[in-house]
């Protein structure tokens, strides 16, 4: 039986989108049936043995629609979960703290965990107010995503679905 994965991420400007396409066709490559789609996308959770879900970070917190998934996926019985976060920035990456909402949607969603990933900036996506925002607390633009770290996860999350 092929195991059916939904892998969704709260994106504002693309850069988490991108990394939910990628550990979309990470598992994909390992024979996972794997649906990458944004959280508003999806109808419902029928049929999925797994969940990947993640959200861009933003003033600490996630994004409402990947909050609501979250809620979504606590209602449903048995999918399991794994969650990431994307959104510090620099070398090293900073903050180097959980958004605060992981803790609680951890625990309503019994996720199996939670990794928290660099994230990218690109001033020319921001609306005037976001970039005073990064000015006033001095982030840095730029990539900061480290592609080998989301592969080496999203392959521990292959391994736990092909051992069960």
């Known amino acids: 039986m092929?195991?059916?994965?939904?892998?969704?991420?709260?994106?504002?400007?693309?850069?988490?989108?991108?990394?939910?396409?990628f550990i979309g066709?990470?598992?994909a490559r390992r024979d996972l049936d794997v649906t990458v789609a944004k959280p508003e996308e999806v109808a419902n959770l029928i049929g999925y043995q797994a969940v990947v879900?993640?959200?861009a970070v933003y003033a600490g917190r996630w994004t409402d629609s990947a909050k609501d998934l979250a809620q979504r996926v606590a209602a449903t019985p048995s999918?399991?979960?794994?969650?990431?976060?994307s959104g510090p920035l620099g070398d090293p990456p900073k903050p180097d703290e959980d958004p605060v909402d992981v803790s609680e949607i951890m625990?309503?969603?019994s996720a199996r965990g939670h990794r928290v990933?660099?994230?990218?900036?690109?001033?020319?996506?921001?609306?005037?107010?976001?970039?005073?925002?990064?000015?006033?607390?001095?982030?840095?633009?730029?990539?900061?995503?480290?592609?080998?770290?989301i592969t080496a996860w999203a392959e521990s999350i292959a391994d736990t679905i092909e051992a069960e």
């Open 25 to 27: 066709e990470t598992l």
């Open 107 to 109: 625990e309503a969603t």
């Open 117 to 149: 990933f660099a994230g990218k900036i690109d001033k020319s996506k921001l609306s005037f107010g976001e970039r005073a925002i990064m000015i006033a607390v001095r982030a840095p633009e730029g990539d900061f995503r480290d592609w080998d770290e």
């Open 53 to 55: 879900l993640g959200s």
């Open 79 to 85: 999918p399991d979960l794994w969650l990431f976060s």
């Open 2 to 21: 092929t195991v059916k994965v939904l892998v969704s991420a709260g994106s504002k400007h693309g850069a988490t989108a991108e990394i939910a396409d």
